[in-house]
C-alpha cells in the first residue's frame, strides 16, 4: 500500500510560480516511478510530469520548459516546480505512483495509487 498527499496548490497570477509536493508513505518509494497528473473541469485527467526509473523525466509538451519534476527519496517526496503559470494550467493537480514499475508510463491507468489532488488555480 502507498498513500499519497499533495499539497502545495493555490491561487496564482499568470505568469506566477506554485511549488506542489507530494508525500509518499511506504519504504519502498524510491522504487517506484512517479507521476504528476491534471484534470480541469469537464476534461479528462491528463499527463503533466513523470519520474522514471533510472532518473529519466518526461514531460507534456504543454508544460515543457515551465515545470520541473524531482524528488527526494529521504523524504519520501516527489515536487512539481510550476513556473511562468498560464491560465490554461488552472485544474485539479494529482500525483501518482507506478508500483508495478512500468517504462516510462504516461498514462493514467499506469498508475495505481493516487493521491486526493490539490486545485491549483491561475488568474488571467
Known amino acids: 500500500q502507498v498513500q499519497l498527499v499533495e499539497s502545495g496548490g493555490g491561487l496564482v497570477q499568470a505568469g506566477g510560480s506554485l511549488r506542489l509536493s507530494c508525500a509518499a508513505s511506504?519504504?519502498?518509494?524510491?522504487?517506484?516511478?512517479m507521476g504528476w497528473f491534471r484534470q480541469a473541469p469537464g476534461k479528462e485527467r491528463e499527463f503533466v510530469a513523470a519520474f522514471w526509473t533510472g532518473g529519466s523525466t518526461g514531460y507534456a509538451d504543454s508544460v515543457k520548459g515551465r515545470f520541473t519534476i524531482s524528488r527526494d527519496n529521504a523524504k519520501n517526496t516527489v515536487y512539481l516546480q510550476m513556473n511562468s503559470l498560464k491560465p490554461e494550467d488552472t485544474a485539479v493537480y494529482y500525483c501518482?505512483?507506478?508500483?508495478?514499475?512500468?517504462?516510462?508510463?504516461?498514462?493514467?491507468?499506469?498508475?495505481?495509487?493516487w493521491g486526493q489532488g490539490t486545485q491549483v488555480t491561475v488568474s488571467s
Open positions: 511506504g519504504r519502498t518509494f524510491s522504487r517506484y516511478p
Open positions: 501518482a505512483a507506478d508500483t508495478r514499475v512500468r517504462w516510462r508510463a504516461y498514462r493514467p491507468d499506469e498508475y495505481d495509487y
